[in-house]
């Protein structure tokens, strides 16, 4: 990460400290510490080698203002170990040892960041810090495990609080400004925002921030909570985390700057209790917002699938009947010139006969041979392969040689710039097999016309490729063009083929993510081209 990265992480932490210091409560004790909350964001966007020393650096010097003179300064380094510690464990276990996706897009990872990247690594810190605290002589053993109460609750609920809705709505904003460290290709699109959610929203935070001013927070803390729980339960997991972080914000932070609300008395332990509870509501509205996303986002893909498959099933109706009867109307021929030549005794007409049932026959392979494609394209996996393009055209041209006037058009090949791609081969190769079919099928017969195919490829860019095929042929009417990609779409009934080449061709290509295009004048010829993505790059 570039440079500036290190200098933002310096200054964020520290802002973190001066306003955590707002809310200290003893040397030491604060009910608001963000610097953890604040490195366990960082660490995820920039990565440890930037966040780590900088946080250790920030906590060295902070300890000046928790009241650690600058005569002690030795005591500085020994009281930053703790929270770089925390940072440290949070990271190691939610990314390293669970594979934590930190931007939160299920249960699971939401369950795995509150457990390994808050709760767990905070029990040692706390417990590092009160030691020291009492070791150094800043506190006494009397007030130790008020103190680890307190410090638990304060950096638990800034850690949840701030950490959850930043990453979760924060990490995809960063990722398409491209400011993550190694962004994961799974981190979506920034999230849209939803009028309607907004404006209810909106609705709920001034009902709320009514409440601020109407009710003491320590004795009806969980009607806050349930405000979050029904926000999960309606919106889901970001709208819910969001509702945390604004009651966090206006019971703690805005009774500081607003003096008429009532400041949650401190320090008794059936106020902490208040906090316990009020943070088990928040956790649980999270995760209930979280299960509620799930949900939706599994009948949504649920419901794109059953769509799909009922297309499917359609297809697979037509095109069993398209099939059995394209099937039977050559074998039903072939049967009908059987019998009539078992009657005629004219030897020349068997032979006449004999070229009719060849004639079907071919057809018959050739329609066999694109069903054949047609399910290697759906059964397949896709494998991606060093093509020669020159010899795979080679190869399809070789097959077509024996079909009508063939050797009368001249194939130009000159023109194939790149000629090698990494690809999927049998793809290509259905796909470069219809269109050349169809260039040397709808040549133009008459004589004085001088038939041509040229085949070219180049690069578009690095990864890129365009193969094009082009025919001097009878061309496509512009009001066809747009349906000769059908399944089962002829030009004329006269038409030779199936209506299945194009419609092959065109899944093949979707199959690795390439696109072909039509280009024709009716009349004069057309032009198909094909982009490809070439693996070779990759
Ligand atoms: P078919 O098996 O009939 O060739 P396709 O799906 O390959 O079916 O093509 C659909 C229709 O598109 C054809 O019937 C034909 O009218 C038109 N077509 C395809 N390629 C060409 C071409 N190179 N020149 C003229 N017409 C074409």
Known sequence: MPWWTVLATAVILQCGTQISLLFK???????????????????????????????????TFSTYFWGIPADRWADWFLYAIPETSFTILSWFLFRRVFKGKYW???IQSVVLFLVVGILVPIIPEIFALQTLLVFLGDQTMETFWTYVTRNWLGEFTS???????????VTPVMKK?????????????????RRRVVVELSLIFCVLLLFVFLVEFHRFWYIYG?????????????PAVLTNYFIFLITYILPKIIASINEVPKGDADVNAVFLGASLLFVSAALTGRVISDIRITKGKLEKQNQELDQTNKELDRFVYSVSHDLSAPLKSILGLVN??????????????????????????????????????????????????????AEILENLKYT??????????????????????????????????????????????LPYIKISSRKTSDNDVLIEIEDNGEGIKSEMQERIFDMFYRGSEKSPGSGLGLYIAKEAAMKINGRIKVFSEYGKGSKFTVELKNLNAN
């Open 104 to 106: 939160l897009p299920d």
């Open 404 to 449: 009508n006037d063939f050797s009368r058009i001249s194939v130009d090949l000159s023109q194939l710039e790149l000629y090698e791609i990494r690809q999927d081969k049998t793809r290509l190769k259905i796909i470069l097999n219809n269109l050349l079919t169809n260039a040397v099928k709808f040549q133009k017969r008459f004589d004085g016309h």
């Open 340 to 393: 009539i030549s078992r009657i005629t005794k004219e030897p020349n007409e068997h032979v006449n006969y004999l070229d009719r049932i060849e004639t079907s026959v071919v057809k018959l392979e050739a329609f066999i041979s694109e069903i054949l494609d047609y399910s290697r394209n759906k059964r397949q996996d896709i494998a991606i392969e060093q093509i020669r393009l020159k010899e795979l055209c």
């Open 177 to 193: 400004a491209g400011l993550l460290r190694k962004p994961d290709k799974d981190i979506p699109e920034p999230y849209p925002i």
């Open 25 to 59: 409560y003893d040397q030491g004790v604060a009910d608001y510490y963000l610097p953890t909350a604040l490195s366990v964001i960082l660490i995820h966007w920039w990565g440890p080698k930037v966040v780590i020393p900088m946080m250790y650096i920030n906590a």
């Open 226 to 238: 349930l405000f979050s729980l029904l926000v999960g339960l309606r919106f889901g997991f970001g």
């Open 159 to 169: 850690t949840f609080g701030l950490a959850l809705p930043v990453l979760f709505y």
